[in-house]
């Protein structure tokens, strides 16, 4: 057992996000709490999702699962993000049992990303 | 160690790596002084001069007689058996004792458990230096106060206590002076003959010496005596029974002979690298020291951050080896109770970084420190959103 407590996609997306940024004219979800903030902007052609971006203030596994987020939904239907939930991800990240509330917000951000594209149509 | 390709260890304060003069010792030792020093034949008592010799190099390093050291497994055994001990002997005097928030955990648990005893604790808050001043000790103090203990160097901010005003007054009130000094002894000169101090915690593997040995010193001075925490031997006078791990002694002997040929030199060359490294980011936006660069520590600098998120820092530094300002243990996530307790936010105390630095930190560390540390600032504030906290 690695003594480690992040794994191998963790360290890469932590290190190399390439969705980390903003987009002009995109519709925004956005999530605060105390210790992590998450912002989620997505470009949107006919009923698929054409790009998507990050911005994200917390702890390493935030960010790496903000940024496998944005790699999910790329190319993706905007409908898809109605049915998004994080399990996948946070196993894939092999996110810790104390940090599973902080990932689970992501839920609420890509709803509110999901509002706000209709809310744009 | 401090540079191989993978690392950049700036991490002295935790531990310090143990100096190749002090293996060569051991493994001497380990060699040649293997019997029990307890022990009456010649095998024995070859390994007891081992200790005595051990002892008289410590007693050097703190100009106290060897006689008064007391081996123990490490600072955190020195601390449980001098305030436990001490206050044991006197609990007839009555039942107030004296610390500070700031402390270490290995002196705050301990304090902790004997409010659970029945104890009242009075816990000093420090002032906005991180010191406490002598006339404020002297404020709390009553009848009946047995011990007071308050660390030298602080552990996670360098900051330095004055020792020699806090003894002064608790001598003025009779009353016991514990000083947990591992940050400090062979960091900074320690005369125990002139210090006002009657217990004195230590420990090997900060000042390049094993990990599993430290020493507790206890005063000659009349009135000052500690009962024994466990049973099962005769060894060192029974305040401390066990046979004695002679190999770990004479690291720690060795261990502080060095330290105490190049304490002036080094301190002086760790001034200069603390400066540098400030010097190199100090215009960040946010970025503030938790201490005192005019009279705390050199070797240590605690520099905290706005609008960073701390564990999310303290991965992209790597590959820097430094402490976070999450308790002293990496395992924790709760905000340094030492930041907290010097007014800092949790958020503030959780993105606090402690770079500490030692005999084989170079100029180009720190300069790469500097840098790696701007660089991970720089980065992380580019991907937060703009309301971040």
């Not at chain 2, 004997?114 to 009075?122: H, I, P, R, S």
């Not at chain 2, 660390?151 to 009130?173: A, F, K, P, Y």
Request: some cysteine.
């Amino acid at each position: 057992m690695s003594s480690d407590p992040y794994n191998a996609m963790v360290r890469e997306y932590f290190a190399a996000p390439q969705h980390a940024g903003d987009l002009e004219g995109a519709a925004i979800g956005y999530f605060s709490d105390q210790g992590m903030q998450i912002r989620l902007a997505a470009t949107v052609e006919g009923e698929r999702i054409t790009t998507m971006r990050f911005r994200a203030w917390g702890c390493p596994y935030v960010i790496a699962a903000a940024e496998a987020t944005c790699r999910r939904f790329e190319g993706r239907p905007v409908a898809a993000l109605e049915e998004f939930a994080t399990a996948q991800i946070m196993q894939e990240l092999a996110v810790p049992i104390e940090k599973t509330g902080r990932i689970l917000v992501l839920e609420d951000t890509v709803r509110s990303l999901g509002q706000a594209i209709r809310d744009s149509a | 160690m401090s540079n191989s390709p993978d690392i950049v260890y700036l991490d002295y304060a935790a531990t310090t790596p143990v100096d190749k003069r002090v293996i060569a010792r051991m493994q001497e030792v380990q060699a040649t002084a293997f019997a029990n020093a307890a022990s009456s034949h010649a095998a024995g008592r070859q390994s007891l001069d081992v200790v005595t010799s051990s002892a008289r190099q410590l007693g050097a390093l703190l100009n106290v007689d060897p006689d008064a050291l007391l081996w123990t497994s490490g600072a955190t055994e020195s601390n449980n058996l001098a305030i436990l001990g001490a206050v044991r002997h006197r609990a007839h005097r009555g039942k107030h004792l004296v610390t500070m928030r700031t402390e270490h955990k290995a002196v705050v648990d301990v304090f902790k458990e004997l409010e659970k005893q029945g104890f009242a604790v009075t816990w000093l808050s420090p002032g906005d230096d991180g010191r406490v001043r002598p006339e404020v000790l002297a404020d709390v103090l009553r009848d009946d106060t047995q011990l007071v203990s308050i660390m030298h160097i602080n552990n996670e901010t360098g900051i330095v206590q004055d020792i020699e005003s806090l003894g002064s007054v608790c001598r003025e009130h009779n009353v016991l002076f514990h000083v947990d000094a591992a940050q400090s002894v062979g960091k900074v000169h320690l005369d125990l003959q002139a210090l006002p101090v009657d217990l004195l915690s230590l420990t090997g593997h900060k000042i390049y010496g094993p990990n599993g040995i430290g020493a507790l010193y206890v005063s000659s001075r009349p009135g000052v005596h500690i009962e024994p925490l466990m049973w099962g031997g005769g060894q060192q006078r029974r305040l401390r029974p066990g046979t004695l791990p002679v190999d770990l002694i004479a690291g720690l002997g060795i261990a502080a002979e060095i330290a105490a040929a190049v304490i002036d030199d080094e301190y002086s060359r760790l001034a200069i690298l603390r400066e540098t490294l400030w010097h190199g980011i100090r215009a960040i936006d946010g970025v503030h020291v938790n201490g005192d660069l005019n009279n705390g520590y050199p070797g240590i600098l605690n520099v905290g951050i706005d609008n960073v998120e701390g564990e999310s820092l303290l991965l992209a530094l790597e590959p820097l080896c430094v402490a976070t300002g999450s308790a002293c243990n990496s395992q924790s996530q709760e905000p340094s109770t030492v930041l907290r307790a010097m007014g800092r936010s949790d958020l503030q105390a959780q993105s606090a970084i402690r770079f500490s630095f030692g005999r084989q930190t170079r100029p180009a560390d720190v300069k790469f420190a500097a840098e790696t540390y701007r660089s991970a600032i720089e980065r992380l504030r580019g991907i937060a959103p703009e309301r971040a906290t």
